[in-house]
């Protein structure tokens, strides 16, 4: 596709989630208490979306993963919350 | 359309979702063995749905005209509980025996635990000494990228493994290319928020190839679209691929794959 059939095809939609992302954060601000880690994660991706490098969803699911590599001694729970913990200090 | 749905979890789906399937193009379903929402309390509860699997499960998907198989396992969020899980490896050689059994699965890790590998360890060891393909659940989100390395480590360090004869479900952007690379096949799963959209699917096929590729549902209890592998053709249709293109990822790659177990007939 040409960059003018890609931007036909999903512009609208890339707008759509680039406000809804927006108005998330400006959620988060108005809402009271401290944030946890994923609040972090998020603003830790963001600067990926205007980097010049070409594999910015990789990237971005990369700055959200789990780096380590050696297995842990017993689960604490059954689900995934979508960002690393230990990303935070 | 005709395409293949390779990875449903349909005893979680309400009938209208075959007939909706099937008005779209289905030909058939392949159903993993799946975590309930709850973790069953003993090895009887397995028993129980491994007969709904292979008995009940094929009668309600014919009803509509399409041939049900089926993969047999303990999932990971289960394989914790080590004395529960060796429990249910012991009943599963029994049920390889019904017809519409293709293999093990779906088998990985969950929270990346060394009981999950300990378990996953078995369960390619079973799927060895029984000839049978394999089909593997990579961790959701953030355990993903960690536990696809963990996986892959596990697979190759077991000789008798084929690894034409894996496909490891669940890849995204950052995984589908170490999988690829070391020779397995790759699914990638649709879903609304917590895998892949369609056209981020569809971005995955175009940077990789689609040699040995699948696109699955994977409908289950939770935000899940069963009518999501004909969306995302119709999206590649709209990106100006190929019907024949269109075609060969979502009918062709699972037939190929799925060929290899010689039970895997559909007319």
Redesign the interface.
Known sequence: ?TRD?VLD??FM?ARCKLIELAAFLDRVDRSEGEADFRLAAIRKALPLLSSAHA?R??SV??A??????V??????????????PGATP | MRYIEPHAHMVSRITDDYEAMRMAGCVAICEPAF?AGFDRSSVDGFYDYFCQLTDYEPKRAAKFGLPHFSWLCINP?ES?DMGLARDVLGIIPEFLKRGNVLGIGEIGL????????AILEEHIDLAARHDQLILVHT????????GT??ILDVLRADSRINPGRVIIDHV???TVDMVLDAGFWAGITLYPE?KATP??AI?MVERAGMKNLWLNCACDWGRSEPLAVPRTAIEMG???HSKEAVDALVYGNPMRFLSQNPRFQIS
Request: a neutral charge; aromatic letters at 6%.
């Open positions: 596709m059939q095809l999903y939609d594999e969803a990789k699911l990369m959200l993963s789990d780096p380590t590599v297995p842990i001694s017993a689960a604490t729970g059954k689900g995934a919350c979508g960002a690393w | 975590w969020k914790e969950n929270k990346n635990t060394r009981n999950e590998i961790p959701h989100l953030e355990d993903k990228f960690k390395n963990l995204e952007e950052h917590s056209a981020r971005d709209r990106r100006g």
